[in-house]
């Protein structure tokens, strides 16, 4: 049987055979073992960073998901139709090999990130860096849109299958992104909100060293 004592102790209790009470409580004595390592929480910022690097993980290995899919598909469907079909899938290909890279390079970052130690500056400056990012590859994702409708309205008017095709990659593509750069900025923002709290609590105060920033307990 095993049971816990206190709050760093395991105590190992043999009840092989028969013992009396007082026999127990001597092999009890006899038997703890302190544990003098615990386990130290994550400060805010340190839980907003690795928080930070777990949603570029997973945003990252979605990313890398539809870029492979769109790659084989648009790759078959391509050499399998003709006409305005023929060149969506085409585009669809095209435009997921630079997704395909973009994914690739960003979980080699966040591999490289979970191994640092940020200080509260580095930090800071990473999670602004993410949500300025993601609101630029938004107006981006709308630039996409916007030139894919015109395309593909081009294409129409003029029958020219080329450009109706890929008018219609783009808006499917620019659309997918759209909503996936808006969700990930929405998570980031809401991560990056509990640094902006904890900055918040921050203090300034003198010390015996000079001037410093405090966190009130």
Do not use: C
């Not at 004592?5 to 006899?30: F, P, Y």
């Not at 899938?89 to 390079?105: D, E, T």
């Not at 750069?181 to 640094?195: M, V």
Request: zero cysteines; hydrophobic letters at 40%.
């Amino acid at each position: 049987m095993v049971s816990i004592v206190g709050r760093a102790q395991v105590v190992i209790i043999d009840t092989s055979n028969t013992q009396t009470k007082d026999t127990l409580l001597k092999k009890q004595s006899d038997s703890t073992i302190v544990l003098t390592d615990s386990v130290k929480p994550l400060s805010i910022p340190d839980s907003v960073a690795l928080r930070r690097n777990i949603l570029n993980k997973t945003n990252m290995t979605i990313l890398l998901a539809w870029s492979g899919a769109n790659l084989v598909q648009g790759s078959i469907s391509a050499g399998n139709l003709v006409g305005s079909p023929h060149y969506f899938h085409q585009m669809n290909a095209y435009f997921n090999i630079v997704n395909l890279a973009i994914a690739g390079y960003g979980l080699y970052e966040v591999r490289k990130q979970m191994n640092k130690k940020l200080s509260l500056y580095q930090n800071l400056r990473q999670q602004q860096k993410i949500e300025s990012l993601l609101l630029l590859n938004s107006g981006l994702d709308l630039t996409y849109i916007t030139t894919g409708l015109y395309l593909r309205e081009r294409g129409t008017n003029k029958l020219n299958d080329q450009t109706k095709g890929y008018g219609g990659s783009l808006i499917l593509q620019g659309s997918f992104l759209l909503v996936f750069d808006i969700i990930q900025y929405i998570q980031h923002r809401q991560n990056g909100q509990l640094l902006n709290k904890y900055l918040g609590n921050l203090q300034l105060a003198t010390t015996s060293n000079g001037v410093a920033l405090v966190l009130p307990l």
